[in-house]
């Protein structure tokens, strides 16, 4: 091993790039993952399953944002943390491959509810009819503030995402900071 370059190296230095790529590519996965995997779920999973088994997937969840810190810190330590990034690789292929067998083995069409469907049927017709009416009125740039400013819902999944990440980011810049503390 080099002394210099690589994990021995323990002297912060800003031009080290793979400590850099490797921190963004973990926080960003941490946000995008949990996005991807909520759509992929309810596109694959009808309403009543989704009531019934959805519980059971945020506690499993749950455990396993226990279980994982503590599995990863204690296999940094004995194994190394080449061994853990390369165990990650291989989680994030097993990913893949479990999500590829399922869609072959279930498929991801979902029986539809007759009455749902012709509601859905009458409201595209809506919109096609009020799209007529108002063609020459296109969204803008700030389509997007004016929903915010007339649905209620959009708000409080604005708030709720905010409160999140603002609270994620608290946590976790406390949790370095306890880090540095103890390492430095």
Not at 29 to 50: D, H, K, P, Q, R
Not at 78 to 97: E, H, K, S
Not at 106 to 127: E, F, I, R, S, W
């Amino acid at each position: 091993q080099h002394p210099t370059m690589g994990l021995p190296n323990e002297v912060s230095d800003p031009s080290r790039l793979l400590g850099w790529i490797s921190y963004c590519a973990i926080e960003s996965f941490g946000s995008v993952m949990i996005s991807l995997f909520w759509s992929f779920a309810n596109s694959v999973v009808s309403l009543e399953t989704a009531k019934n088994c959805f519980g059971f997937v945020i506690a499993i969840g749950q455990v396993g944002s226990i279980l994982g810190p503590t599995i990863v810190s204690t296999a940094a330590e004995t194994r190394g943390v080449p061994f853990c990034y390369f165990c990650g690789a291989v989680c994030m292929l097993l990913l893949q491959a479990t999500m590829m067998i399922y869609v072959r083995w279930y498929g991801v069409d979902k029986p539809m509810d007759p009455d749902l469907t012709k509601h859905a049927a009458n409201l595209a017709m809506q919109a096609k009819e009020e799209a007529a009416k108002k063609k020459s009125n296109k969204a803008g740039v700030l389509e997007g503030l004016v929903l915010f400013y007339k649905h209620n819902y959009i708000k409080g999944l604005f708030a709720i995402s905010c409160l999140f990440m603002v609270e994620v980011t608290i946590v976790d810049y406390t949790m370095k900071l306890l880090a540095k503390e103890h390492f430095d």
